[in-house]
């Protein structure tokens, strides 16, 4: 899924209730299913054909066959529901299995195309009748609602019943409050030996508390004091620190108390992120199109090639413009699936491979580290494969000479329109579309080509060769057409990724070509841009939309002659100190404070980017202050944080599990995976612009606008771009430690 993303896959709010417990009668509730209790007869539920409907002592049941490839090939339902926009309904019915253990879905959406599931739960049934109950808040009106329950997609027959099939509008909305567990927050995970150490207490005291660090037996190893910080702006609690870093030995399942609370269990090692570096990186492979993903690689997801024109694939072996955008179709199977749906999108899979080459190109460690990918074993470090993967889609979609704007890059290809969850790659049947190209997209191949140019020559000349020349061609063409954007209003069925500044791409691409070539032309670029004497370093480093502090940090640690190269050195450890002015002056150690306190669209990523540029300034000057700031931030992606929660999948006590995905969707379909193991969740984001977000979390304070759900595309998606500032950052840790 998109940055941008409006969609319209979980239009509605779900909050699943105590089983058993139904929510007080409202005298304003209006029922809008019709013979729920199934009195007689069974109208006018429908059924599909050859699972006839039969009712036994007031209970309907179908006989499920065997062998159904979708959930939706059966089921049982009704139509013409009314849905009111802003309406609370309470979804209620009892079910049951036989033999227990199938999973039935049951929705609440769209009875006519495009059939958008507007509510989806999928309880997983036992052989007894039992009652479920959820809320949600309808976002769309209309009176072709439908309730279903989908059961297909068994390879063995059972029988599905069900009864007392409610729906109830006007009921209260349900109030959400995010278990933060014990007020001590640490880092789950581990700390480094002989790095800082930090933790945060919510407490209403001001005057400073007594402090324990306990090892996992219960024995005290070491005392102290907290101390008062204040109101912590970004989460609006009162905190005090607390400061350990005087216990450097290794130690499993410690335990901090303070004011009556102990925290979450943690480590403390010498290097606890090695598995966390290669964990991030292995995403990239589960989130590959057009290769079969092997559960022999990766048990637990394993997956038919996506997107290779097999049915009900259209496929991505020839795609087709969108209507009036060109005359051709180009060959886009591969590359990376951007997020948690089907799109592929040249400026977040450029921003994405910078990471990976950057890390490769910088933390010399990465360079061994095995990813078990199909190409492990052969010359080339796995990481470099990896990029690789991308790399030759991004090259797939630069348009072909002989046509309007040759040289230029697609912004972007994916579905005609939103597609709904669950969804796997090589289920889904949408057309694909090209759009048109962008100055964006087209920079992000000059820049991620160049970069590539010098980092395989020495493992594949020839492709080395071939990245420079089409690095060239597209620089070229961006300065043909340097303002080609992508329009904000180009969203449907994927992000628009819209960008209307690209004086920090022409930076960038200039910056990697002179790095690769060192020609007098680019130099001259690189001297001249705006960008190049800007203070590059905002409450967000970079992202996909704000590349130039990439270029700078590259510009800074790749040997090169550029004059004035000093001065470029030294703004990168300006940038770096002004993080860690951020993080003294937080509650949490966060080197993030934007304006407002308004937490951005994948605040997670912007925080480890922002340690990325600190973790350069130790790289250029060696100072410990920087490598002792990154590992002060890096606690907070790992629980230290209001919610208590680790935003990394697999990692600490609590962490994130149900990341907006279309095929790691364990929320929705127990038969499916949660995502990997060192998955980035997006994180915290003020404008909660999607519907579960915007239903459980009006109000919330910063640190507070997060909802580990599936629904929440805004504050809980993953992405390839997020996860690569995971594994630059991780590698930068298992490597300082």
Known sequence: MSRWERSRIIGLTAALLTVGMAAPA???????????????????FWSTAGSPITLTDGVACIDVPGGTTNRWDVGIGQNDIDLVAGENYRFSFDASGDPSGHVARAITGLAVAPYDTYFEQ???????????????????????????????????????????????????????????????????VAYVKDGPKGATLVTAQTAPLAWELKDKSGKTQLKGRTEPHGVDESSGQNVHTIDFSAYRKHATGLTLTADGE????????????????????????????????????????????????????????????????CDYTLNVTG??????????????????????????????????????????????????????????????????????YEGMVHHKIHDAAWTGLPLLPH???????????????????????????????????AFAKRALAAARTAYDAAKANPALYAPVTDGVGGGAYNDDKV???????????????????????????????????????????????????????????????????ASVARGADEYLAVQRQHGY???????????????????????????????LTGKDRYRDGVLTGIDYLFGRNALNISYVT?????????????????????????????????????????????AKLQGCVGQFCYIDDIGSWATNELTINWNAALAWISAYVAEEG
Not at 509 to 522: D, F, I, K, S, V
């Open 503 to 569: 004086s920090d791409e022409f930076y960038w691409a200039a910056a990697e070509l002179y790095l690769t070539t060192g020609e007098r032309r680019y130099r001259d670029d690189v001297l001249a841009s705006p960008e190049h004497t800007a203070d590059v370093f905002g409450p967000i480093a970079f992202d996909w939309a704000a590349t130039a502090a990439a270029a700078r940090i590259d510009l800074a640690l790749v040997p090169n002659r550029l004059p004035g190269l000093g001065a470029v050195k």
């Open 650 to 694: 697999g990692y600490g006590e609590v962490s994130s599990q149900n990341q907006h995905s279309r095929w790691y969707a364990a929320q929705l379909d127990p038969s499916l995976p949660h995502p990997p193991a060192g998955t980035l969740a997006g994180g915290p984001n003020s404008s909660i612009q999607d519907p579960v977000a915007q």
């Open 335 to 404: 590359g990376w699936y951007d997020a948690g749906d089907h799109g592929k999108y040249v400026v977040n899979g450029g921003i994405s491979v910078w990471g990976l080459l950057s890390e490769y190109e910088h933390l010399r460690g990465s360079r061994k580290v095995g990813l078990t990918i199909p190409e492990s074993g052969d010359r080339t470090p796995d990481i470099l494969d990896e990029a690789r993967w991308e790399l030759e889609f991004l090259l797939d979609m630069q348009v072909p000479s002989g046509h309007p």
């Open 122 to 188: 999928s309880p997983i049934l036992g052989s007894d009748l039992t009652h479920y109950e959820y809320t949600f808040t309808a976002s769309t009106s209309t009176a072709q609602g439908q309730v279903a329950f989908q059961v297909g997609g068994s390879p063995d027959p059972w029988r599905f019943c069900v009864d007392n099939v409610s729906l109830a509008g006007g009921v209260p909305p349900e109030v959400y409050e995010p278990d933060t567990g014990p007020r001590v927050r640490v880092n789950q």
């Open 427 to 461: 289920l889904d049947p949408q057309p694909r579309e090209l759009h048109p190209v962008s100055t964006a997209a087209t920079l992000n191949v000059a820049a991620t080509a160049a970069q590539a140019a010098r980092l395989y020559k020495s493992f594949d000349a």
């Open 262 to 325: 102990t925290s979450r269990p943690f480590d403390i090692s010498t290097k606890p992120y090695e598995t966390l570096r290669t964990d991030a990186l292995k995403l990239y492979y589960t989130q590959r199109s057009g290769i079969e993903i092997s559960g022999d690689l990766r048990p637990g997801y394993a997956r038919p090639a996506g997107h290779v024109d097999v049915a009900p694939n259209q496929g991505d072996g020839a795609v087709p413009c969108q209507p009036g955008v």
């Open 26 to 44: 409202q005298a304003d509730e209006v029922e809008q299913v019709v013979n729920g209790g199934f009195d007689g007869t069974a109208d006018p």
């Open 589 to 619: 150690g966060v080197a993030y404070a934007p304006t407002n306190n308004v937490w951005d669209w994948g605040s997670s990523s912007a925080i480890a980017n922002n340690l990325v540029v600190v973790a350069a300034a130790e790289k």
